[in-house]
């Protein structure tokens, strides 16, 4: 018996990680294989299209399950990974790691407070890589040091359309967005940005 | 006063006149030698003094004012070269030579130099500035595979990025054409400063400014002759004869010269007048253009900064101080060459060089760096540039302060749009052979305007075919009716009312224009179908329906439309307006096609980046600046239809002539076919392009025909350079299928359904239905 016991004993863990590893192996086989995408504020279909009566009655025939009304669509690989992030991804377009080692450089001259040439490099930045929303991101902080609000709200307004996959980046923008817009003295559109942001 | 109270005593009769027999004699015979000799020297040492003060001002004085006349030189941008850019290796070794990098056979590489290896580019960088940065030389390779650089490494592993160092694109020269490079004695090659030491006063170092022994010598050889055949001139006087006297061999000159020599012998140390020498010593011609010290020598004939000079073309820059023009590498290497061997001798003498050394350089051919420039500077661009430098600074300090001008000119793009240019057009003229014309001012011109719409930098501009013959700037002066080319910005005011989907009217309708008839008519009049859709028209750029739209929109608000994207021209509301009968200049329009692509923030279109004093101090920026002039969405929606007009409209030969990326784009043709336009981009760059005759003669080409031809040359050379995706979706548009035949929401009852964008506030709300017979139009 003991010498069964011994056995017994080893194989109770045993049996909890094997199962614990096809929980995981499950887990990880239905996790997606692109990154996640989040819708952008949600567009309310039409209520009136399907409600509202022709002049003419007729039959008006639900659309197929597959070719329902959309948002927009499913982003191509390239779209996905847009420049907003980390430059270590593996999958990254060159011009996107070219662009990124620029936005590094540049970051390194902001916060030594070399604001002008942070901004020239952050220029060259966009140059190589026009989808770098990071870029633009780090333009309106830039602008905004040197107190052009104006400016910087369009380098701003330019990174929200990059940033469209990248909620914590998004949020950092209306946030940004948000002061750009109070010290402009605009101070519903402040507020609206708030908002937006706190949806994060 | 004792001495005349003495004579006065001694004079009176009856005194004894012991002391007065012995003083007289010496009064009457002695010359009084001491007091002239001190008063001579008194005033010798006054003279003296006065006249080194007075040298030593006019010295001073002349330094201080001005030192050199140095032009200021315009520069392109740099060019970022990363690993994973679709760049073979030939392509690199051509971006190479029109930076007059030179091939070398060995691996030991000078600044300047590259070889090649297998699928490795080895290169020794030079060292540069741009505007904001210094780049210092550095030793880097570039591996290959499949015409793609897959990586870059350096001496402190893989680089990710590299800037190539900008190209020079002119200088701007003063009344005397001098160009000058301006070198600090730091940076010199030893190898050059014991060359010319060598050469023209070996004991430099040891004289106060004159060399006794070498006038000595100089006087022999001149009293021999009976006149001035030689100066025995030391490096100081050779400088003070360069900057402050005439060339003209005389006694007098030669003193004023020493004197000179002395002066600023006490002025400046052995180094700072070497260094003043090296900037001043004139080293013959280039062209029209006289070069004028050793930094611009080296640069001229070798293609290398001072510094990186080897033995033999240090020597063989020395060599040339004599007889710059006689023992020029260029138009007379056999006498340079000797004339070398002779440096090379002396440096060997003097112990300046081993023997080793010696024998190494002297086996060496004599190898000049190929034609700088060859791109002839983008004359266009330059002359463009240069209106602007007008504004900023007078002609004086433009020609003489060394101003570095850095511009966003992409020299490869710039080499690109000028073959597509030469070629298509010439290419156009074989095809119809009507085209081409034996008088050169009344060729068939072209001009391009090529900006990237993130930042609104100019990359590439071309004003006509050939600068030499018409230097008329086409891209910025002509002002040329766009045609079709102008209706995207029609369309996009529009969009309030209309969507890609809502139907138009396709059939000849007739305006009153002032009491006169005006009946609009698609370019193939005789197609005409009851209505096409909005994506139809402008796809297939049918005039009739534009018409339609643009009087629905309102003829003022389309104007206010065109405002805001740049189009400056008079403009005025009539229904022509519609179809472009109003002038712009290619600039204009990239400017337009600029704001469309960048999402509707319109660009300040950059050609002139950054002025640099020659100290180094930044004396003007521009920056990128944007302003929003439509929504994201509205901008993108324009894009979506102008993508149509490449799949499957008026641009779809393009897909046959290599255009297989993302792009969006549109033709334009003019009346009677006198304007050839095409306006396309892609998501990082706009490229417009213009077609016809300056004297308004039909060409019969159709944009599609003429000028989208030349941009489809161009975008598959920039391909490089370009990195084109799928324009992105802004906010504020969503996708819906659409039933094709009705223009409706489509159901499953629907044949033909196509995914279509519209505006999120401005969606179509009808489901198709099979027993539908009453669409009403949106």
Request: proline content about 7%.
């Amino acid at each position: 018996m003991a010498a069964t016991d011994h056995p017994r004993s080893l194989q109770q863990p045993l049996q909890v990680w094997l199962a614990l590893l096809m929980m995981v192996g499950a887990l990880a086989a239905c996790a997606p294989t692109t990154p996640v995408q989040i819708p952008p504020a949600w567009q309310s279909s039409p209520k009136s299209a399907a409600a509202a009566p022709s002049q003419k009655p007729r039959q008006i025939l639900k659309p197929a399950p597959k070719i329902t009304e959309q948002n927009i669509p499913a982003q191509t690989p390239s779209q996905t990974t847009s420049s907003g992030q980390p430059p270590a991804a593996v999958s990254s377009p060159p011009q996107q790691l070219a662009s990124m080692q620029l936005v590094g450089e540049a970051q390194a001259a902001m916060s030594q407070g070399h604001i002008d040439e942070a901004i020239n490099t952050l220029e060259q930045a966009i140059q190589v890589d026009v989808y770098n929303g990071q870029a633009f991101y780090d333009l309106a902080l830039a602008w905004q040091s040197k107190g052009s609000q104006t400016n910087a709200l369009q380098f701003a307004n330019k990174a929200e359309v990059l940033f469209q996959n990248h909620p914590a980046k998004l949020k950092q923008l209306y946030l940004l967005k948000a002061q750009l817009y109070q010290a402009l003295g605009d101070t519903a559109k402040a507020q609206a940005y708030r908002q937006k942001a706190a949806r994060f | 006063m004792s001495t005349k109270r003495t004579s006065k005593s001694t004079g009176k009769p009856g005194r004894k006149p012991g002391p007065k027999h012995k003083s007289e004699p010496k009064r009457k015979t002695g010359f009084p030698w001491r007091t002239l000799s001190a008063m001579f020297l008194v005033v010798f040492v006054l003279f003296s003094i006065g006249l080194f003060l007075y040298i030593k001002h006019e010295i001073e004085h002349r330094f201080a004012s001005h030192k050199w006349s140095v032009p200021s030189t315009m520069y392109s941008a740099t060019v970022p070269i990363y690993p994973g850019q679709a760049l073979s290796m030939d392509q690199v070794e051509r971006m190479l030579a029109i930076r007059r990098y030179q091939e070398s056979a060995t691996q030991t590489l000078k600044p300047g130099e590259f070889s090649v290896n297998g699928n490795t580019l080895q290169v020794n960088l030079r060292k540069f500035h741009s505007s904001s940065q210094s780049f210092p030389a550095r030793l880097v390779q570039f591996h290959f595979e499949q015409d793609t650089i897959t990586g870059i490494t350096g001496s402190q592993g893989n680089v990710p990025l590299l800037e190539l160092n900008p190209i020079e694109l002119t200088r701007m020269y003063g009344p005397k054409r001098q160009s000058r490079i301006l070198i600090n004695i730091n940076n010199v090659s030893p190898y050059l400063i014991n060359a010319v030491i060598s050469i023209e006063d070996h004991l430099f170092y040891q004289h106060a400014g004159i060399s006794l022994r070498g006038i000595a010598r100089a006087l022999w050889a001149d009293l021999r002759a009976g006149r001035v055949v030689e100066g025995g001139s030391t490096i100081t006087q050779q400088l003070v004869k360069n900057y402050f006297l005439t060339p003209q061999r005389t006694f007098k000159r030669k003193a004023i010269e020493a004197c000179m020599a002395l002066v600023m012998g006490t002025m400046y140390s052995k180094n700072e007048i070497l260094e003043m020498y090296m900037n001043e010593v004139y080293m013959g011609q280039h062209g029209g253009v006289a070069i004028h010290g050793m930094g611009e020598a080296a640069r001229s004939y070798f293609g290398r900064n001072v510094s990186d000079l080897s033995l033999d073309q240090a020597a063989t820059l020395a060599g040339m101080i004599v007889g710059p023009n006689y023992y020029s590498p260029v138009h007379n290497p056999s006498a340079c060459k000797d004339r070398r061997n002779v440096v090379l001798q002396h440096m060997h003498e003097y112990g300046k060089i081993t023997a080793a050394e010696y024998q190494l350089a002297v086996a060496e051919p004599i190898r000049i760096a190929k034609n700088p420039l060859p791109i002839k500077s983008a004359p266009y661009f330059v002359d463009y540039v240069k209106t602007q430098l007008q504004n900023l600074y007078p002609p004086r300090v433009l020609q003489a302060d060394g101003l570095n001008i850095y511009t966003t000119l992409q020299p490869d793009m710039q080499l690109a749009a000028q073959e597509a240019i030469k070629n298509g057009l010439a290419h156009l003229e074989e095809q119809y052979p009507r085209l081409k014309k034996n008088d050169p001012d009344k060729q068939l011109q072209a001009a391009m305007v090529v900006v990237q719409p993130a930042t609104g930098a100019i990359l590439a501009m071309v004003g006509g075919r050939n600068y030499a013959q018409s230097s008329y700037n086409r891209a910025i002066y002509a002002v040329r009716q766009p045609g079709s080319a102008i209706k995207p910005f029609e369309y996009l005011a529009a969009l309030d009312k209309f969507t890609p989907v809502s139907w138009l009217p396709d059939e000849p309708i007739t305006y009153d224009v002032a009491g006169q008839h005006w009946t609009p008519r698609n370019y193939d009049s005789n197609e005409y179908q009851p209505r096409v859709t909005v994506r139809h028209a402008l796809e297939h750029s049918l005039n009739v329906p534009t018409v339609s739209l643009a009087m629905s929109t309102g003829l003022n608000k389309i104007i206010a439309t065109l405002r805001r994207f740049g189009i400056k021209t008079p403009l005025e509301p009539v229904p022509s307006l519609a179809l472009g009968a109003f002038g712009v200049t290619p600039l204009q329009l990239a400017d337009a096609y600029a704001t469309l692509d960048n999402g509707g923030q319109r660009p300040f279109l950059l050609s002139l980046k950054d002025v640099v004093s020659a100290s180094g101090q930044v004396e003007q920026r521009r920056n990128v600046n944007l302003v929003s002039v439509t929504t994201p969405a509205k901008a993108f929606l324009i894009t979506d239809l102008l993508e149509g007009v490449i799949k499957h409209g008026t641009g779809r030969n393009l897909k046959y002539q290599g255009i297989d990326f993302p792009c969006a784009g549109k033709t334009g043709t003019t009346n009677d076919w006198r304007d050839s336009w095409f306006a396309g981009y892609t998501t990082d760059l706009v490229a417009v392009v213009w077609v016809g005759f300056d004297n308004n003669q039909p060409t019969g080409l159709t944009g599609a025909r003429g000028a989208a031809t030349i941009w489809a040359r161009f975008m598959n050379r920039v391909q490089p350079w370009i990195n084109p995706q799928p324009f992105k979706v802004p906010p504020g548009i969503v996708q819906r299928y659409i039933c094709d035949d009705s223009g409706e929401l489509a159901t499953s009852s629907c044949q033909d359904r196509h995914p279509q964008y519209f505006l999120a506030d401005h969606v179509p709300t009808q489901y198709y239905s099979s027993e539908s017979d009453d669409i009403v139009p949106r």
